[in-house]
Protein backbone atom coordinates (compact mmCIF):
# COMPACT_ATOMS: atom_id res chain seq x y z
CA UNK A 1 0.00 0.00 0.00
CA UNK A 2 1.43 3.05 -1.13
CA UNK A 3 1.58 6.90 0.55
CA UNK A 4 -1.11 9.32 -0.73
CA UNK A 5 1.57 12.04 -1.15
CA UNK A 6 4.96 12.44 -0.27
CA UNK A 7 3.92 14.39 2.96
CA UNK A 8 1.96 11.43 4.00
CA UNK A 9 5.00 9.63 3.86
CA UNK A 10 7.05 12.25 5.62
CA UNK A 11 4.69 12.68 8.59
CA UNK A 12 3.98 8.48 8.80
CA UNK A 13 8.07 8.37 9.23
CA UNK A 14 8.54 11.19 11.58
CA UNK A 15 5.23 9.78 13.83
CA UNK A 16 5.97 6.09 13.45
CA UNK A 17 9.97 7.49 14.96
CA UNK A 18 7.59 9.12 17.95
CA UNK A 19 5.67 6.25 18.73
CA UNK A 20 8.55 4.13 19.08
CA UNK A 21 11.20 6.36 20.76
CA UNK A 22 8.39 7.25 22.96
CA UNK A 23 6.42 3.99 23.57
CA UNK A 24 3.29 5.95 22.50
CA UNK A 25 1.32 2.98 21.64
CA UNK A 26 1.54 -0.72 21.58
CA UNK A 27 -0.45 -3.68 20.69
CA UNK A 28 -3.73 -4.01 21.31
CA UNK A 29 -3.91 -0.81 22.31
CA UNK A 30 -7.38 1.83 21.86
CA UNK A 31 -6.32 4.80 21.64
CA UNK A 32 -8.99 8.00 21.85
CA UNK A 33 -8.20 10.79 19.75
CA UNK A 34 -9.34 14.14 20.69
CA UNK A 35 -10.75 15.79 17.99
CA UNK A 36 -11.92 19.54 18.58
CA UNK A 37 -12.15 19.60 14.40
CA UNK A 38 -8.74 21.64 14.05
CA UNK A 39 -6.28 21.18 11.55
CA UNK A 40 -4.17 19.32 13.98
CA UNK A 41 -6.31 17.02 15.54
CA UNK A 42 -7.85 15.88 11.84
CA UNK A 43 -4.21 15.77 10.92
CA UNK A 44 -3.59 13.35 13.87
CA UNK A 45 -6.21 10.72 13.90
CA UNK A 46 -5.86 10.55 9.53
CA UNK A 47 -2.30 9.70 10.03
CA UNK A 48 -2.99 7.53 13.07
CA UNK A 49 -5.58 5.68 10.53
CA UNK A 50 -2.98 5.36 7.73
CA UNK A 51 -0.50 3.53 10.89
CA UNK A 52 -3.17 1.79 12.09
CA UNK A 53 -3.36 0.09 9.03
CA UNK A 54 -0.12 -0.61 7.98
CA UNK A 55 1.45 -1.18 11.62
CA UNK A 56 2.84 -4.71 12.50
CA UNK A 57 0.76 -4.45 15.63
CA UNK A 58 -2.97 -4.23 16.33
CA UNK A 59 -4.36 -1.34 18.07
CA UNK A 60 -7.88 0.54 17.15
CA UNK A 61 -8.84 4.22 16.75
CA UNK A 62 -12.04 5.80 18.30
CA UNK A 63 -12.60 10.01 17.98
CA UNK A 64 -13.97 12.08 20.52
CA UNK A 65 -14.84 15.41 20.37
CA UNK A 66 -15.67 17.83 23.35
CA UNK A 67 -18.09 20.43 22.10
CA UNK A 68 -18.24 23.40 24.60
CA UNK A 69 -21.40 24.52 24.16
CA UNK A 70 -20.39 27.66 22.05
CA UNK A 71 -23.09 28.60 19.01
CA UNK A 72 -22.22 28.06 15.96
CA UNK A 73 -20.01 25.46 16.45
CA UNK A 74 -20.46 22.62 13.23
CA UNK A 75 -19.54 19.10 15.21
CA UNK A 76 -22.69 18.18 12.74
CA UNK A 77 -19.76 18.75 10.05
CA UNK A 78 -17.37 16.77 12.25
CA UNK A 79 -19.62 14.12 12.67
CA UNK A 80 -20.21 13.75 8.86
CA UNK A 81 -16.47 13.17 8.22
CA UNK A 82 -15.76 10.70 10.45
CA UNK A 83 -18.98 8.68 8.92
CA UNK A 84 -17.79 9.04 5.61
CA UNK A 85 -14.56 7.69 6.45
CA UNK A 86 -15.58 4.90 8.74
CA UNK A 87 -13.72 6.30 12.01
CA UNK A 88 -15.76 5.35 15.17
CA UNK A 89 -16.67 8.86 16.44
CA UNK A 90 -18.42 10.01 20.02
CA UNK A 91 -19.67 14.06 20.04
CA UNK A 92 -20.25 15.34 23.69
CA UNK A 93 -22.24 17.67 24.50
CA UNK A 94 -20.96 19.91 27.57
CA UNK A 95 -21.41 23.82 29.05
CA UNK A 96 -17.50 24.16 29.12
CA UNK A 97 -18.02 27.41 28.02
CA UNK A 98 -20.75 29.02 29.67
CA UNK A 99 -18.80 27.95 33.25
CA UNK A 100 -15.06 29.63 32.16
CA UNK A 101 -16.33 32.71 32.94
CA UNK A 102 -17.53 31.77 36.30
CA UNK A 103 -14.28 29.63 37.18
CA UNK A 104 -11.60 32.11 35.50
CA UNK A 105 -9.40 33.44 38.10
CA UNK A 106 -6.96 36.74 37.31
CA UNK A 107 -3.99 34.61 37.03
CA UNK A 108 -5.59 31.87 34.95
CA UNK A 109 -5.64 32.24 31.05
CA UNK A 110 -8.56 30.99 29.57
CA UNK A 111 -6.85 28.63 26.96
CA UNK A 112 -5.19 26.99 30.41
CA UNK A 113 -8.61 26.49 32.16
CA UNK A 114 -10.17 25.25 28.89
CA UNK A 115 -7.62 22.44 28.35
CA UNK A 116 -7.85 21.60 32.50
CA UNK A 117 -11.86 21.29 31.85
CA UNK A 118 -11.54 19.24 28.35
CA UNK A 119 -9.00 16.88 29.92
CA UNK A 120 -11.04 15.91 32.57
CA UNK A 121 -14.10 15.20 30.16
CA UNK A 122 -11.36 13.55 28.43
CA UNK A 123 -10.68 11.47 31.30
CA UNK A 124 -14.53 10.49 32.03
CA UNK A 125 -14.76 9.65 27.95
CA UNK A 126 -11.22 7.38 27.95
CA UNK A 127 -13.30 4.83 30.99
CA UNK A 128 -16.78 5.06 29.13
CA UNK A 129 -15.16 3.80 25.50
CA UNK A 130 -12.73 1.88 27.30
CA UNK A 131 -9.72 3.46 25.74
CA UNK A 132 -6.18 2.62 26.42
CA UNK A 133 -4.36 5.92 25.35
CA UNK A 134 -5.58 9.04 25.01
CA UNK A 135 -3.94 11.11 21.92
CA UNK A 136 -3.65 14.36 21.59
CA UNK A 137 -3.00 16.62 18.46
CA UNK A 138 -0.18 18.98 19.93
CA UNK A 139 3.05 19.56 17.39
CA UNK A 140 6.27 20.32 17.53
CA UNK A 141 5.26 24.31 17.33
CA UNK A 142 3.21 23.90 20.52
CA UNK A 143 6.09 22.09 22.28
CA UNK A 144 8.67 24.77 21.57
CA UNK A 145 5.61 27.61 22.23
CA UNK A 146 4.83 25.64 25.62
CA UNK A 147 8.69 25.87 26.71
CA UNK A 148 8.84 29.73 25.92
CA UNK A 149 5.47 30.02 27.64
CA UNK A 150 6.93 28.58 30.82
CA UNK A 151 10.26 30.05 30.57
CA UNK A 152 8.99 33.63 30.18
CA UNK A 153 5.55 33.35 31.94
CA UNK A 154 5.82 30.69 34.49
CA UNK A 155 9.47 30.55 35.90
CA UNK A 156 9.73 26.83 34.86
CA UNK A 157 11.91 25.03 32.11
CA UNK A 158 9.50 22.91 31.37
CA UNK A 159 7.53 22.04 27.82
CA UNK A 160 5.46 18.69 27.48
CA UNK A 161 5.58 15.28 27.58
CA UNK A 162 4.94 13.01 24.81
CA UNK A 163 3.66 10.62 26.98
CA UNK A 164 2.15 11.27 29.85
CA UNK A 165 0.77 9.19 33.14
CA UNK A 166 -2.04 10.77 34.70
CA UNK A 167 -1.38 11.42 38.61
CA UNK A 168 -4.53 8.97 39.48
CA UNK A 169 -1.90 6.37 37.19
CA UNK A 170 -5.67 5.93 35.43
CA UNK A 171 -4.76 7.57 32.15
CA UNK A 172 -2.17 7.52 29.98
CA UNK A 173 -1.84 10.50 27.58
CA UNK A 174 0.34 10.77 24.56
CA UNK A 175 1.12 13.17 21.81
CA UNK A 176 2.33 11.33 18.47
CA UNK A 177 2.51 15.02 16.65
CA UNK A 178 5.39 15.83 18.44
CA UNK A 179 7.59 15.56 15.42
CA UNK A 180 5.49 16.80 13.19
CA UNK A 181 5.46 21.19 12.49
CA UNK A 182 2.22 23.16 12.20
CA UNK A 183 2.42 23.84 8.87
CA UNK A 184 2.87 20.20 7.77
CA UNK A 185 -0.57 19.62 10.13
CA UNK A 186 -2.15 22.31 8.55
CA UNK A 187 -1.15 20.93 4.86
CA UNK A 188 -2.20 17.40 6.00
CA UNK A 189 -5.67 18.42 7.53
CA UNK A 190 -6.36 19.99 3.55
CA UNK A 191 -4.36 17.77 1.27
CA UNK A 192 -6.61 14.89 3.21
CA UNK A 193 -10.06 17.34 2.61
CA UNK A 194 -11.07 17.30 6.20
CA UNK A 195 -13.54 19.93 7.27
CA UNK A 196 -11.48 22.24 9.68
CA UNK A 197 -13.61 23.89 11.70
CA UNK A 198 -12.63 26.84 14.42
CA UNK A 199 -13.91 26.59 18.15
CA UNK A 200 -16.13 29.31 17.96
CA UNK A 201 -14.84 30.52 21.19
CA UNK A 202 -14.50 34.09 22.21
CA UNK A 203 -10.45 33.93 22.81
CA UNK A 204 -9.97 32.40 19.65
CA UNK A 205 -7.14 34.29 17.42
CA UNK A 206 -6.66 36.51 20.25
CA UNK A 207 -3.75 38.20 20.01
CA UNK A 208 -3.56 39.61 23.26
CA UNK A 209 -2.73 36.46 24.43
CA UNK A 210 0.89 35.66 25.73
CA UNK A 211 0.38 31.93 23.40
CA UNK A 212 -0.30 34.23 20.51
CA UNK A 213 2.82 36.92 21.30
CA UNK A 214 5.38 33.81 21.65
CA UNK A 215 3.70 32.53 18.25
CA UNK A 216 5.14 35.52 16.90
CA UNK A 217 8.12 35.84 18.60
CA UNK A 218 9.16 32.32 17.43
CA UNK A 219 7.50 33.29 13.60
CA UNK A 220 10.25 36.33 13.76
CA UNK A 221 13.27 34.49 14.65
CA UNK A 222 12.66 31.71 12.38
CA UNK A 223 12.61 34.43 9.55
CA UNK A 224 15.64 35.26 10.39
CA UNK A 225 17.44 32.16 11.78
CA UNK A 226 15.84 29.40 9.68
CA UNK A 227 16.04 26.30 12.24
CA UNK A 228 15.78 28.24 15.65
CA UNK A 229 12.16 25.69 16.38
CA UNK A 230 14.11 22.72 15.04
CA UNK A 231 17.00 23.69 17.62
CA UNK A 232 14.58 24.12 20.48
CA UNK A 233 13.01 21.07 19.56
CA UNK A 234 16.41 19.21 19.50
CA UNK A 235 17.22 20.94 22.92
CA UNK A 236 14.22 19.68 24.85
CA UNK A 237 15.58 15.95 24.13
CA UNK A 238 19.49 17.17 25.18
CA UNK A 239 19.33 18.45 28.58
CA UNK A 240 22.50 19.04 30.64
CA UNK A 241 20.81 18.71 34.56
CA UNK A 242 24.32 20.40 35.67
CA UNK A 243 24.03 23.36 33.92
CA UNK A 244 20.88 24.41 35.44
CA UNK A 245 19.76 25.81 38.95
CA UNK A 246 17.97 23.49 40.01
CA UNK A 247 18.52 21.93 43.60
CA UNK A 248 16.77 19.04 43.09
CA UNK A 249 18.72 17.94 40.00
CA UNK A 250 21.91 19.27 41.44
CA UNK A 251 22.18 18.50 45.47
CA UNK A 252 24.87 20.31 47.21
CA UNK A 253 25.84 16.99 48.52
CA UNK A 254 26.27 15.60 44.79
CA UNK A 255 28.36 18.85 43.84
CA UNK A 256 30.83 18.34 46.91
CA UNK A 257 31.08 14.53 46.13
CA UNK A 258 31.64 15.36 42.22
CA UNK A 259 34.80 18.05 43.27
CA UNK A 260 36.16 15.93 46.10
CA UNK A 261 35.93 12.97 42.99
CA UNK A 262 37.88 15.21 40.72
CA UNK A 263 40.27 16.21 43.64
CA UNK A 264 40.89 12.48 44.41
CA UNK A 265 41.81 11.93 40.48
CA UNK A 266 44.24 15.21 40.24
CA UNK A 267 48.02 14.45 40.23
CA UNK A 268 49.04 13.92 43.58
CA UNK A 269 52.32 16.33 42.56
CA UNK A 270 49.89 18.81 41.42
CA UNK A 271 47.67 19.33 44.65
CA UNK A 272 50.54 19.22 46.58
CA UNK A 273 52.20 22.08 44.60
CA UNK A 274 48.96 23.53 45.32
CA UNK A 275 48.72 23.18 48.83
CA UNK A 276 52.69 24.62 48.85
CA UNK A 277 51.68 27.53 47.38
CA UNK A 278 48.70 28.26 49.11
CA UNK A 279 50.73 28.15 52.30
CA UNK A 280 53.53 30.43 51.06
CA UNK A 281 50.37 32.96 50.04
CA UNK A 282 49.24 32.73 53.86
CA UNK A 283 52.28 33.71 55.00
S1 LIG B 1 -9.13 29.35 22.05
FE1 LIG B 1 -10.99 28.97 23.24
S2 LIG B 1 -11.58 26.85 22.79
FE2 LIG B 1 -9.48 27.13 22.12
S3 LIG B 1 -8.29 26.46 23.90
FE3 LIG B 1 -8.51 28.68 24.10
S4 LIG B 1 -10.30 28.94 25.35
FE4 LIG B 1 -10.35 26.84 24.63
Same mark, same amino acid.
Given at each position: MSYRSPLEARLAK?VT ?29 QILDVLRQRAPISF?L ?23 RGW ?54 ? #? ?8 ? #? ?21 ? $? ?11 Y??ES?? $? ?5 ? $????? #? ?43 ? $? ?31
Amino acid at each position: MSYRSPLEARLAKTVTKAITDFSLIEDGDRVMVGLSGGKDSWALLQILDVLRQRAPISFSLVAVNVDSGYEDYRHDLIAAACKERGWECRIVHTSIGEVMDDLLETDDTPCSLCARLRRGVLYRLADEVGATKIALGHHADD #FVETLLLNLF #FAGALKAMPARLVSDSGAHVVIR $PLVHVSEEEARQYAKESRL $PIIGCCC $PACGD #FGLQRQRVKRLLMDLEREHPGVKQSMLRALGNVAPRHLLDRRLNP $PRDLEAAAAHALARRDPDDVRRESQRLQLLRR
